[in-house]
């Protein structure tokens, strides 16, 4: 069983539409969660961080954590041309590593 | 603030060849630093990590190895470059006063020919 595992792409939405990630983790001590994004040939970059069951909301953006059925979720609302990109769930199983999902691939529709 | 820097951005070898990518971090003392790969298409390997000078844990047996002269520089070597060794090159770092964020350099893309 893959330690992090992500809702398989790619996801199209159309402009103005809500982009729904999931992300689930097989480590039940797992702390701290974050998502990442990243453009065709860049760099991954973060966009949030959760550490508490419920929702943080950031502008557009929404994570979700359910730590009871190790899920966590990314909400994109109004969903822009410029949100096309790969979303990547990292999940920190140490104090020192972070697991990556696959990444999910994001195109939205203008 | 703090800043991650790679070089060099791109990078084509022939098989066989030596390989070295260095990556340096600004504003910060004493951070935590990866690498990973990420082959075309794939996810995020974990290479090796490093929690101080001279401390090297490697993840993944293979023809790579890494060093860390001083605390924020970490160089990922290679004596023989293999085909398979193509890839995006990230380099990223983590405070140790935080809860597990990582933050990547822009990354060097090597192909191996």
């Known amino acids: 069983q893959k330690e992090v595992e992500q809702n398989s792409g790619p996801l199209s939405v159309p402009e103005g539409a809500i982009a729904s990630l999931n992300c689930t983790y097989s480590?039940?001590?797992?702390?701290?969660f974050f998502w990442y994004r990243q453009y065709s040939g860049k760099s991954p970059e973060l966009i949030m961080s959760?550490?508490?069951?419920g929702d943080k909301e950031d502008g557009r953006f929404t994570a979700q954590l359910n730590k009871a059925s190790q899920y966590v979720s990314l909400l994109i609302r109004d969903s822009q041309p410029s949100d096309s990109a790969t979303y990547l769930c990292?999940?920190?199983?140490?104090?020192?590593?972070?697991?990556f999902g696959a990444g999910t691939t994001v195109t939205v529709r203008a | 603030s703090q800043t991650i820097h790679q070089w060099p951005a791109t990078l084509v070898q022939p098989v066989g060849s030596p390989l070295s990518l260095e990556c340096t971090v600004e504003?910060?003392?004493?951070?935590?630093l990866y690498w990973y790969r990420q082959a075309a298409g794939r996810g995020l390997q974990l290479l090796f990590y490093?929690?101080?000078?001279?401390?090297i844990s490697s993840e993944v047996p293979q023809n790579l190895s890494a060093s860390r002269p001083q605390d924020r520089q970490f160089i990922l070597s290679s004596k023989k470059l293999l085909l398979s060794d193509s890839g995006f090159y990230l380099c990223?770092?983590?405070?140790?006063?935080?809860?597990?964020?990582?933050?990547f350099g822009p990354g060097t893309r090597l192909t191996v020919t």
């Open positions: 959760i550490y508490s069951n």
């Open positions: 990223a770092w983590q405070s140790t006063r935080e809860l597990g964020e990582q933050y």
């Open positions: 504003g910060t003392s004493n951070p935590n």
């Open positions: 490093s929690v101080g000078i001279g401390q």
């Open positions: 990292a999940v920190n199983m140490n104090d020192y590593k972070l697991s």
């Open positions: 480590d039940r001590v797992s702390q701290s």
